[in-house]
Each structure stands twice: as structure tokens, then as C-alpha cells.
């Protein structure tokens, strides 16, 4: 498939998910108890919930953009600013924390130039931290989007991350 036609397939997707939205914004702004329905939406329809929409739904709702506001910063499953082109997760369980995860994680911090829940400036990558990924013997374990990377030291995350920037740079 070109790239011309899959970027056309991924704008036809994006409008119907908006489109969804809209819909739900229609069906569900007088029901009580639909902000945070309406916020899931919001976010599967533009990955975040952009302030534009935060105003929208506070007319549409008729509850202040200050508290949709204060719901959306309660609740960690809510982002206002959209993620980036690679999800890093680090796992900081039990296994992993015992495994040095903490000094993964300021690799991380330091390689990207951004901490915990946080975008780098080039929208490429989003740093999050987890609970626990599952793959308990191979702590300490990072995932960037859907690949596993495990028993890691400073070092091999280094090398983790230099091929994995490198391996973006070919693919642009």
C-alpha cells in the first residue's frame, strides 16, 4: 500500500472516530453522569482531550470548564496533551524495583530529555510509568510501543535506545 493511501485510511479512521465523538456528544449531554463517558470519548477520538473540546462539552453539559477541568488532572487515565510518536514504558514493580529500575529510569530521563508522563519537545517519544508490565524475570523491563526489552543495565538501555533512534532515522 503507498503511503499516499495509507495516510488517506488513517484520515477516513480519524474522522469516524470524531465523528463518534459527536455523536456521543449529541446522545449524552443532557444525561446525568456523562462527563466522564464523554472525556473517553473525547480522548479515543483525538488521543487526548484537547481544550477546544474541554470548552465544548462544558457548554454542551452545562458544568464549568474548571471542574471538567479538575476531573480530567483527578483521573490518570486523562491526558491533555497528546502522546508521542513512541510510548516508553518503564515497569517499576516489585521485581523491578529491586532490579534497579530506578536507574533505568533516569537513563530514560536523561536520553529523552523528559520525565515521567511528560512528551519530548519533537513529539517522538512519551516516557510512563507502570505498575507492573509482567514480564517479572526479565526486571528490570522497559516496553517501547509493543516490544519488550528486559534484564537491562544502564549500558544495554543505552545501546536499547541508540538503536532503536537509529532505526527511526532509517524508516524517515
Known sequence: MS???IEEVKSTDRKKEIL?????????RKMSGSLIPLLQS????????PEKIIYYISELVDIPAADIYGVIT???QFRLQPLGENIIRICEGTACHVNGAKGILSVLKNQLGVGVDETSKDGKYSLQ???CIGCCSLAPVI???DETFGNLTPDSLRKVLKKFTNVEKEQV
Open 3 to 5: 503511503e499516499m493511501v
Open 20 to 28: 463518534n465523538f459527536k455523536i456521543d456528544l449529541i446522545k449524552k
Open 42 to 49: 473525547a480522548q479515543d477520538s483525538y488521543g487526548y482531550i
Open 74 to 76: 483527578f483521573y490518570s
Open 129 to 131: 510509568s507502570v505498575a
Open 143 to 145: 516496553t517501547i510501543n
